[in-house]
């Protein structure tokens, strides 16, 4: 009983533990003979429980075809939980029962969330659970007016629900085997589906600022950064794509003015943790691909629902290196000064992120037989819980499917996490004396 309790006073340990529990709940689900049409194996059902709640989307067995409704909705479920997080619907839950929610809960829902401190922290929970239902709410109703004169009602609504709810929650999932790429040059499609993944993917944080906050002054300098860096990041996005795909008969340059835009733009931003296409990835040329690795591992926001090292943390290293050039002590923008934590923090979620992608890279090409840049791109979009693949995942053998089912792990619970479940719980207070190394 002691150890148990030292275990939920331990935040990441326990949120690996919660993680587990409810992944294998999935897969068991995912077993039952009305999950699907034909028998899966135990190990490609724990890979789409994981692929599921860790909101990633690759898949190793096609989720329309393979899987009939009741599996779909388990796996609906599964993005849902995953998305808004374990420990916001645990919180939900207590509320809704009157049950007292304590310190080592609100210690839980901060290391999930990624907050500074248990200040506010229920507030926060409740606010990101109302906006997401409502948020998903929407963009299902906007979904089923373009979808239900195609299906049906019945159909169109379900189809609807289903990718609001894997839109919103950057989970990648579709019932159609190529994804969104019957609707490549469809404005209401493209839109909305965008609209909703960016929604889930800036962060519950910056949301509630924006909301709360009316003029860029007042923003805090987390929104300031993420605002200003999607908008950027996504318009240069847009611009390499376009430029490099152009011309590509296999991807834009089969397409009319209008779709070439479209196309572009859905996926330019789609590499951002959202994992659908509306192109197909595997024919995009080299340089598209490579750059779609790049945005992938750099991924969405702190306290969203998308992976990847965090924008802001991308950021943060950027801001360092530009203050080592101008021979500067201190990181600052829009006059405020990042403190060395955060420095700290970036560095070390950045380095340990490139040392799991490079472990994975190397156990897939010893195993696989696919090309590294297939490789590679795989890697990366598993750890950046993206979902994008050039074609490589069904094909995987066991120990293929066993590495990325790790990496997605690490890529929902986060590098430092996993870090800190293995790190002494003492820290000794000592301060050594100070002593240069030659680098560079």
């Not at 919180?91 to 901060?110: A, D, M, N, P, Y």
């Not at 919103?168 to 493209?190: E, Q």
Request: charged share 10%; proline share 2%.
């Amino acid at each position: 009983m002691k150890k148990l309790k030292e275990l939920f006073l331990h935040p990441p340990r326990a949120l690996l533990l919660l993680f587990l529990i409810v992944s294998t709940i999935g897969t068991v689900l995912l077993k039952l003979p009305q999950a699907t049409t034909t028998p899966v194996s135990w190990l490609d059902a724990w890979f789409t429980a994981i692929s599921a709640i860790t909101v990633t989307g690759l898949v190793v067995v096609d989720t329309g075809s393979v899987y009939t409704v009741f599996g779909q909705v388990v796996i609906m479920l599964l993005i849902q939980v995953g998305g808004l997080g374990i420990m916001s619907f645990a919180v939900v839950i207590f509320l809704l029962i009157g049950k007292k929610i304590g310190i080592s809960q609100r210690l839980l829902i901060t290391q999930a969330l990624n907050q500074k401190g248990m200040g506010g922290i229920i507030k926060l929970v409740r606010s990101l659970f109302i906006f997401s239902i409502v948020i998903e709410i929407i963009g299902a109703i906007l979904l089923s007016a373009r979808w239900i004169p195609e299906y049906g009602i019945g159909t169109g609504i379900y189809v609807a629900i289903f990718h609001a709810i894997s839109a919103y929650n950057n989970a990648g999932f579709s019932v159609w085997s190529d994804s969104l790429s019957s609707y490549v040059g469809d404005p209401v499609i493209n839109l909305v589906i965008v609209m909703l993944f960016i929604l889930g993917g800036i962060g519950f944080t910056v949301l509630i600022d924006l909301k709360n906050k009316k003029h860029f002054r007042e923003w805090t300098l987390h929104t300031k950064l993420m605002v200003i860096g999607s908008l950027f990041i996504n318009a240069l996005a847009f611009l390499v794509i376009i430029t490099l795909e152009w011309n590509n008969a296999s991807t834009l340059g089969q397409l009319n003015g209008a779709g070439k835009g479209w196309a572009a733009f859905f996926q330019a931003l789609t590499p951002r943790t959202a994992g659908f296409n509306t192109i197909d990835i595997g024919s995009m040329e080299e340089a598209s691909l490579f750059f779609t690795i790049c945005l992938m591992f750099i991924g969405a926001g702190s306290a969203s629902t998308g992976g990847g090292i965090k924008l802001t943390t991308f950021i943060a290293m950027l801001l360092s290196v530009n203050t080592f050039l101008k021979g500067k002590n201190e990181v600052t923008i829009f006059h405020k000064t990042l403190a060395f934590s955060v420095i700290i923090k970036a560095l070390a979620i950045t380095v340990i992120s490139t040392g799991v992608v490079l472990v994975g890279v190397f156990i897939l090409e010893l195993t696989q037989d696919s090309p590294f840049l297939a490789n590679l791109f795989e890697v990366v979009s598993a750890f950046g819980t993206v979902g994008l693949s050039m074609g490589i995942t069904g094909s995987l053998d066991g120990i293929g499917k066993l590495t990325i089912i790790v990496i997605m792990m690490v890529g929902k619970l986060g590098p430092l996490t996993l870090a800190f479940i293995f790190a002494s719980k003492k820290t000794p207070k000592i301060r050594y004396p100070e002593e240069e190394v030659l680098t560079g």
